[in-house]
């Protein structure tokens, strides 16, 4: 399955735009991974002002498997 730059970018912001309200209103359970998590989050959103948008895409998609395994 190929994707086209256009749904690239419109499923890295969809997410992007999902997690940025996920964590401002997380509270966890179990602080052992909250500075794991945030460390994630906070370089998506390092790389995602960078521009660099693959690794922002990779780090969205960890965010999202880490959070579906809790």
Do not use: C, H, P
């Amino acid at each position: 399955m190929e994707i086209n730059e256009e749904e690239f970018f419109y499923y890295l912001d969809r997410e992007y735009k999902k997690l940025e309200l996920i964590f401002k209103n997380i509270k966890f359970l179990d602080n052992r991974f909250e500075d794991f998590l945030i460390s994630y989050y906070k370089d998506l959103k390092y790389f995602y002002e960078k521009k660099d948008f693959v690794k922002a895409f990779e780090l969205e998609n960890y965010i999202w498997g880490i959070l579906d395994a809790l």
